[in-house]
Every structure is written in C-alpha cells, then in structure tokens.
C-alpha cells in the first residue's frame, strides 16, 4: 500500500518552461488537494478535487491547472513557470469528501526551483 | 488565507518535558485536526477532533478544543528527541470544504 506518490522530487525549471507535477494515490480516496509551502507562509491550497471529473480552485491557484480524469491521478500543472513558483509542493487525499472527519494522507512533497 | 495560528512558533524543551502548541481559528468548524511535520518530509496526521467533542488523547497526545474560545490545544507529554518536528493545525469548516493550515509550531526537543 503505497499511499500518496509524487514525481518528482526534486525539479529545477528556466522561467517560462512548464511542467506537470505527477500525484497518484492507491487508497480509492475521493478527494485530492495539492498545496504548496513557502517559508513563514505555511501550507496554502492551490487546487482540489472532490471526485473524478471534478475540480476547484483553492487559494492560490494563478499559473496552475488541474484536471481529475481518473480516481487514482491528479496531476498538478505549471504553465509558464516563475520564480514566485519556487516552493515545496504537496499533494494531499482524504477517504471522502462529503463526510467529515477524516484526516489527510500527503505524498512526500516535490521541490520546484524557477530560475 | 490562514484561519488557525500556532502559538508559539517555535518552542524548545528538554527531553523528558511536556510541550505545549496552541492553535486559534476565526470561524466555526467542523473539525480541527494536527499534523507533524519531520523536516524536509510531508505531513503526518496525528489527531482530529469534532467541534462536539472537547478532549481527545491518542498515546502521548492530547488535544483540547474551546470553541467558545475558538481555541485548540496540543500536549506532547515526555517528550523525546524523535518528536523534534514543526507541528500544524488545520480547520475544516464543513463536509466537503477543504482543510485550512496554520503556519505552525516548530518544536525542537534536545536529548
């Protein structure tokens, strides 16, 4: 039981390029968030999704797109990356997202460096 | 935006000690949890706790919640080394809304 997976872990990127942050999660979980996490800032919320074919923007979600074809995938993608995008970037799962109460399995995390 | 806030930001104790991390929010919850964070790793939870409910203890944890105060507090009795990490509090307002983090406590607990 793998849990949370996130490729990669490590990404250096040239401003402009983009790029797709993989997150997978093997728990038959509804719901997926990605956050990222900046020093003094804590953790915020870029994107999430409720169920396949569904997505919302959390917020922070400028630069960012998301899509949920699948229960198992949300990949997360930077368009045209900028330095302000250099940040720690966590991908999250719960069992469900219209009852309460459950606590949230993250993935280990991708740090992006834009130059 | 940011809806708990840890107090302190970082804490330092001895082996052995009690830590002591509190979390305030500005709205109503459905539920408050904590999360640990080991350095340069994701986020483990470690406890939730219903608006209902107002003490809950798991091992060395225990959690308390005020919500008449809009308040929640975490206490690490005997405290050991391996518990070094930053510690979060995250509200969820609703059933499907998502969790909102604080910006965290950093403990560091010296052997």
């Known amino acids: 039981n793998a849990g949370v997976t996130q490729t990669p872990k490590f990404q250096v990127l040239k401003t402009g390029q983009s790029m797709t942050l993989q997150c997978a999660q093997d728990m038959n979980h509804e719901y997926m968030s990605w956050y990222r996490q900046d020093p003094g800032m804590g953790l915020r919320l870029i994107h999430y999704s409720v169920g396949a074919g569904i997505t919302d923007q959390g917020e922070v979600p400028n630069g960012y797109n998301v899509s949920r074809s699948t229960t198992e995938d949300f990949p997360l993608r930077l368009l045209s990356a900028a330095p302000s995008q250099t940040s720690v970037y966590f991908c999250?799962?719960?069992?469900?997202?219209?009852?309460?109460?459950?606590?949230?399995?993250f993935g280990s995390g991708t740090r992006l460096t834009v130059v | 935006s940011q809806q708990g806030e840890e107090d302190p930001q970082a804490l330092s104790i001895q082996e052995g000690e009690n830590a002591t991390m509190n979390c305030s929010y500005k709205?109503?919850?459905?539920?408050l949890q904590w999360y640990r964070q080991n350095s340069g790793r994701g986020l483990v939870h470690l406890i939730l706790i219903r608006s209902n409910e107002r003490e809950k203890h798991s091992g060395r944890l225990r959690v308390t919640l005020d919500t008449s105060k809009k308040s929640s507090s975490l206490l690490i009795t005997a405290s050991r080394a391996a518990d070094t990490a930053s510690y979060f509090c995250a509200t969820q307002n609703s059933g499907n809304t998502p969790l909102v983090f604080g910006k965290g406590t950093r403990l560091s607990v010296i052997a």
């Open positions: 709205t109503s919850i459905n539920n």
């Open positions: 999250a799962s719960s069992y469900s997202s219209v009852r309460p109460n459950y606590g949230y399995t």
